[in-house]
């Protein structure tokens, strides 16, 4: 089906620059709306967090991003092409890699493997050429190790290589995640609250990862976060998401200024 | 795309581990090679017995262990491959050597279909449709117009063969060194698989499906390739059973077969290749000495061989819970301990 609405800047100048666009998303299950006519836009090489109170559609957001939903009407574009109708496990192959709110480890297998499985997409070679092991596939199997090698390094990771992710503190295992979602090298970051279940120490040193990762490898990285100060810092625009709508889309000072985003997040704390 | 640069190819092996190691394989092998000419052809017969268990086994494990698909009904291929095969030799007059591989093939085919319904049923549904495959096969094995094929109740007699070539071998050892070159090429693939990208990804499939979907791991592929490989594996067996034993009968594939299947993957340890060596040990002789226990402990106890075998399961279970591998793993680790450490040259600071 071809998507009838394209986003309001889908011809202007502004959107050659952007990397993922969102038009017009609307979701609904059953009688709740989750997203209703989301639009916004995020620049290559820009972190962008996306805030709003519990049930806003965030996750709902990136699951659509993830094709783990169907969005009933809008688009994605990323990278210049539509997700819609796209292959969920054609996700990653595309450049995009993400991290799950509540772990998504695959829990028998090392830290080693788990950042290993991460270049499945961009990596070759089905059952006959791997299980004769061709000179190519013992290659690439070298190749893909060292990579997995040079993310635990970067990620302090190395004393717990063979370790099995379940047996890992909660802390380790977000940051396997991360290393695991960079090993295919991605063009685009989604973070799912990665600061959730942190300690204060582990998100100063988060939000210095988040930055790293974002200056040496100039990707993309869509956050979803309900740590404010983190969010406020890092992020170069920020997208509040209140009850599936955008209420407000601008620098981090535009947006904690906004008299939505302040009624939103102060009705609910009242 | 992966840049196939390696930017240091620093691999180095650890010396001495590997050397023990290598020469320890090199002893085993000898043993392997060496055990049929001191045993009566009664034990050989059994050890071949043992050999395809272990594909069997194997076979079942890519799917259960490594994949996390249950099937209690693996009988199925296990008969499948022995009728193709006795189907080809005795009606057709096909060499044995092109009859085992048709058979691993044609296992593949029924594996991979029965793999689309299985994409749609998890856990214990799984569990119940491939229980009625075992329990439909070998019914319709005896399917009256299926019978100038498959030979009905009585089942086919297939010649055992003679060694090829004047090998000075008797047709059992024969059959043993034949069992033991298939199970050697698919051991050899099965581990050279597990360790790959697609080992990670039948692991992926098993801990965490979505997750595994957000890697790129295409679900179905993957998913109906390894039920088909399993199926494969099987067939593979259920050939070189037919071979061995000269003989296959509907009632030699039933339910019992897949549940030792089964039992004999538990036992030997879910995900492991070379467990499936002891579980295989474990199904072919413990009935066996289950039995005869049973006739130690006088008349009031000739008709417990099951028992005293569920007995020695659960004792099994209670000891070694992830089987002969987990056994093996944890004594590995203890027994590194009392040893005194070495440190390794190629990780010197």
Same mark, same amino acid.
């Given at each position: 089906m071809a998507a009838p609405w394209r986003g309001p800047?889908?011809?202007?100048?502004?959107? =050659? @620059? =952007?990397l993922l666009s969102v038009a017009d998303l609307s979701i609904r299950f059953g009688g709740v709306v989750?997203?209703?006519g989301v639009s916004f836009e995020v620049a290559a090489g820009k972190i962008c967090g996306l805030i709003g109170p519990n049930g806003a559609g965030k996750t709902t957001l990136f699951n659509c991003l993830s094709r783990l939903y169907n969005p009933q009407r809008g688009e994605i574009r990323f990278d210049g092409r539509s997700?819609?109708?796209?292959? #969920? #496990?054609r996700i990653a192959e595309l450049g995009v890699g993400r991290t799950f709110q509540n772990l998504a480890l695959?829990?028998?297998?090392t830290v080693l493997e788990n950042v290993m499985i991460g270049t499945h997409a961009i990596a070759a070679g089905g059952f006959i050429v791997n299980g004769i092991g061709l000179p190519f596939a013992r290659h690439q199997e070298r190749i893909i190790r060292e990579r997995a090698l040079a993310l635990l390094e970067e990620f302090s990771l190395v004393d717990v290589a063979?370790? #099995? @992710?379940?047996?890992?503190p909660f802390g380790t295992r977000k940051r396997v995640e991360l290393a695991r979602a960079l090993a295919l090298e991605p063009k685009l970051l989604l973070l799912d609250e990665? @600061? @959730?279940?942190?300690s204060h120490e582990e998100v100063d040193a988060l939000r210095a990862e988040i930055q790293a990762i974002r200056d040496r490898r100039g990707v993309t990285i869509l956050l979803v976060e309900h740590h404010m100060n983190l969010v406020m810092r890092i992020s170069d625009q920020v997208v509040a998401l209140d009850f599936g709508r955008v209420i407000a889309d601008g620098s981090p000072a535009e947006v904690r200024a906004n008299r939505d985003v302040i009624r939103a997040y102060l009705g609910e704390a009242a | 795309m992966l840049n196939l640069e390696l930017a240091s190819s620093a691999e180095a092996t650890s010396g001495a581990g590997f050397n023990a190691r290598r020469a320890a394989m090199v002893v085993l092998g000898l043993i392997v090679v060496g055990l049929p000419f001191g045993l009566s052809g009664f034990r050989v017969f059994q050890l071949s017995q043992v050999i395809i268990y272990a594909i069997a086994l194997l076979g079942l494990n890519l799917l259960t262990?490594?994949?996390g698909q249950i099937s209690l009904g693996h009988g199925a291929f296990f008969a499948i491959g022995g009728y193709s095969m006795a189907i080809l030799s005795?009606?057709?007059?096909?060499s044995y050597w092109f009859a085992i591989p048709v058979a691993g093939f044609l296992c593949f085919g029924a594996g991979f279909l029965f793999g689309f319904p299985a994409l749609r049923l998890g856990g214990l549904y799984l569990a119940l449709a491939t229980f009625a495959l075992a329990l439909a096969v070998p019914q319709l094995l005896k399917f009256k117009p299926f019978d100038p094929w498959?030979?009905?109740?009585?089942g086919l007699l297939l010649s055992k063969p003679a060694a090829p070539?004047?090998?000075?071998?008797t047709r059992d050892q024969w059959l043993y060194f034949l069992c033991l070159l298939g199970a050697a090429l698919l051991f050899w693939f099965s581990s050279n698989l597990v360790k790959s990208r697609i080992g990670r990804a039948m692991i992926a499939i098993r801990d965490h499906p979505i997750a595994a979907e957000t890697m790129g791991v295409d679900l179905a592929l993957v998913k109906t390739t390894t039920f088909g490989l399993s199926a494969a594996y099987v067939g593979v067996a259920g050939a070189l059973s037919g071979l061995t034993v000269g003989f296959v009968n509907?009632?030699?594939?039933g339910l019992f077969l897949s549940l030792s299947i089964v039992v004999g993957i538990v036992v030997g340890g879910l995900g492991s290749i070379w467990g499936m060596v002891v579980g295989a040990l474990f199904i072919e002789f413990v009935p066996n000495y289950a039995d005869q226990i049973s006739d130690v402990l006088g008349e009031g106890a000739k008709a417990l061989p099951w028992a005293i075998y569920g007995v020695l399961l659960i004792l099994i279970m209670y000891a070694a819970p992830e089987g002969a591998a987990g056994a093996g793993r944890s004594l590995a680790r203890h027994g590194r301990r009392f040893l005194p450490r070495r440190e390794s040259p190629s990780r010197g600071t």
């Open positions: 800047g889908a011809n202007d100048v502004s959107s =050659a @620059a =952007a989750a997203l209703d997700l819609n109708g796209v292959a #969920r #496990r695959f829990g028998t297998m063979k370790a #099995r @992710a379940s047996d890992l990665p @600061a @959730a279940g942190l | 262990g490594f994949n005795a009606k057709f007059g096909v498959t030979g009905g109740v009585q070539l004047g090998l000075p071998l509907p009632d030699s594939f």
